[in-house]
C-alpha cells in the first residue's frame, strides 16, 4: 500500500495563493499518472491538473494560468501551487497517483476562497 497524505488548504481571499502537497510513504517506479483532483459541492470529482514522470503537466481549462503542478523525486512529494485563486475554486482538493493499475488517494485538503 501507499499512503498519501495531503496538507496546506486553507481559507483565503480571492486573488490569494496556497500550496497544495502531498507526501507519498514511499517511491515507485510503477507509477502509471499523478495528478491533483477536486469536488465541490453537489458537484463530480474533477480533474484538474496532471503530471508525468518526466515532468510534463497538463491542466483543466479554468485553472490554466493559475495553477502550476509539480514533483520533488527526492521527497516523493507532489504540489500544487495555487495563484490568483477564485471563489470557484472552493472546493476538497485530492492528490492521486495511479500505480500498477491502482489508484492511491490522498484524504483530501479542503480549500476555501472568500470573496
Known amino acids: 500500500q501507499v499512503q498519501l497524505v495531503e496538507s496546506g488548504g486553507g481559507l483565503v481571499q480571492a486573488g490569494g495563493s496556497l500550496r497544495l502537497s502531498c507526501a507519498a510513504s514511499?517511491?515507485?517506479?510503477?507509477?502509471?499518472?499523478m495528478g491533483w483532483y477536486r469536488q465541490a459541492p453537489g458537484k463530480q470529482r474533477e480533474l484538474v491538473a496532471t503530471i508525468t514522470t518526466i515532468g510534463n503537466t497538463n491542466y483543466t481549462d479554468s485553472v490554466k494560468g493559475r495553477f502550476t503542478i509539480s514533483r520533488d523525486n527526492a521527497k516523493n512529494t507532489m504540489y500544487l501551487q495555487m495563484n490568483s485563486l477564485k471563489p470557484e475554486d472552493t472546493a476538497v482538493y485530492y492528490c492521486m497517483l495511479t500505480i500498477w493499475g491502482v489508484d492511491y488517494w490522498g484524504q483530501g485538503t479542503q480549500v476555501t476562497v472568500s470573496s
Open positions: 514511499r517511491n515507485s517506479r510503477f507509477i502509471n499518472r
